[in-house]
């Protein structure tokens, strides 16, 4: 099972990105899928994650209403698109894999997923 995280890069402040979040070895489609970001001489910290079967999608306070999340199950890519970008959201960002049931109190935690990709940085500055 492999993800491949991709398409960070250098935005102004106020720009959008949209990063990907590919599978190959599994169907994505059969698990929920977090995003996570990691600020240097930071912890990785929970962005946002989708769940497997009812869709629920969760985001951290300090995203809401500026980032979204889809799924391409043809695909089997998550989407994570990221608008009203400001400095602080400066990071590497990586998805992962998990189980069915994630809630808003355990999609945070890096130890609920078992597959990652390998992380893509987003470097907000003009």
């Known amino acids: 099972v492999q993800l491949q995280a991709s398409g960070g890069g250098l935005v102004q402040p106020g720009g959008s990105t949209r990063l990907s979040c590919a599978a190959s070895?599994?169907?994505?489609?059969?698990?929920?899928v977090g995003w996570f970001r990691q600020a240097p001489g930071k912890e990785r910290e929970g962005v946002g994650c989708?769940?497997?079967?009812?869709?629920?999608?969760y985001f951290d306070d300090s995203v809401k209403g500026r980032f979204t999340i889809s799924r391409d199950n043809a695909k089997s890519t998550v989407y994570l698109q990221m608008n009203s970008l400001k400095p602080e959201d400066t990071a590497v960002y990586y998805c992962a894999a998990g189980p069915p049931g994630l809630n808003s109190g355990s999609y945070i935690y890096t130890s609920t997923y078992g597959y990652w990709g390998q992380g893509t940085l987003v470097t907000v500055s003009s």
């Open positions: 989708v769940t497997y079967g009812d869709r629920t999608i």
């Open positions: 070895g599994v169907i994505l489609d059969d698990y929920s």
